[in-house]
């Protein structure tokens, strides 16, 4: 499967603990961007990048939050002190290039309780 | 004003029938719209991309963009029931990277 991957698929934590997503763009794809969907709404941009370098940050991304792609591949998404608002899917999706289409992974889906 | 609106739904269509889903943007400098699929619990597929006015035909799935009233929709013809899916309407603004999404359309086709 040469799609985009993400883990764990599901990740069930406490308040307060911290959780690190795991994604694997296409082969590649050298955009990567990080999603939040909550139940009955549409996913929320948190962050991109390209290569190695983070571009730009939604302001949802509290200081809680970070990301990283070390080496321009894999991206890591990182949650400290979670809260059960923070409980989502947490979307990772992939492009080629510039304008072009992203494509989405299967999803981390976070429960806090 | 939301940036992307859609219709909640649920919209029902009879098995066969023609599909139609609406998507209203506020942001005129938007360029690029996109059509997602999105199965209960699962994650976006890509239906269609459109960056023109006019229609884009693919399939069973036409998107229509009409940047002067800005808006843009999906008709879906011979509705099956696997196309019983959340549609969610994607805009991404010239020189921004992400996408801004709707809430989606809640289609459910009735055999």
């Known amino acids: 499967d040469t799609g985009v991957s993400q883990d764990p698929r599901h990740k069930i934590t406490k308040r307060g603990q911290n959780v690190t997503f795991r994604c694997d763009p296409i082969?590649?794809?050298?955009?990567l961007y990080w999603y939040r969907q909550t139940l009955g709404q549409g996913p929320e941009f948190l962050t991109y990048?390209?290569?190695?370098?983070?571009?730009?940050k939604s302001r949802l991304l509290s200081d809680r939050f970070s990301a990283e792609r070390p080496k321009g591949s894999f991206s890591t998404l990182e949650i400290q002190r979670t809260e059960q608002g923070d409980s989502a899917m947490y979307l990772c999706?992939?492009?080629?290039?510039?304008?072009?289409?992203?494509?989405f992974g299967p999803g981390t889906r976070l429960l806090v309780l | 004003q939301k940036e992307v609106e859609q219709n909640s739904g649920p919209l029902s269509v009879p098995e066969g029938a023609i599909a139609s889903l609406n998507c209203t943007y506020s942001d005129r400098g938007s360029q690029s719209f996109f059509w997602y699929r999105q199965y209960s619990g699962k994650s976006p597929e890509l239906i269609m991309s459109i960056y023109s006015n006019g229609d884009k035909e693919d399939g069973r799935f036409t998107a229509q963009l009409n940047k002067a009233s800005q808006y843009v929709s999906l008709l879906i013809r011979d509705s099956q029931p696997s196309d019983s899916a959340t549609y969610l309407c994607?805009?991404?603004?010239?020189?921004?990277?992400?996408?801004?999404f709707g809430t989606g359309t809640r289609l459910t086709i009735i055999p």
């Open positions: 990048f390209q290569n190695e370098a983070q571009l730009e």
């Open positions: 999706a992939s492009s080629y290039g510039l304008a072009e289409t992203q494509y």
């Open positions: 082969s590649e794809h050298n955009r």
């Open positions: 994607a805009v991404r603004n010239f020189g921004n990277e992400k996408l801004t």
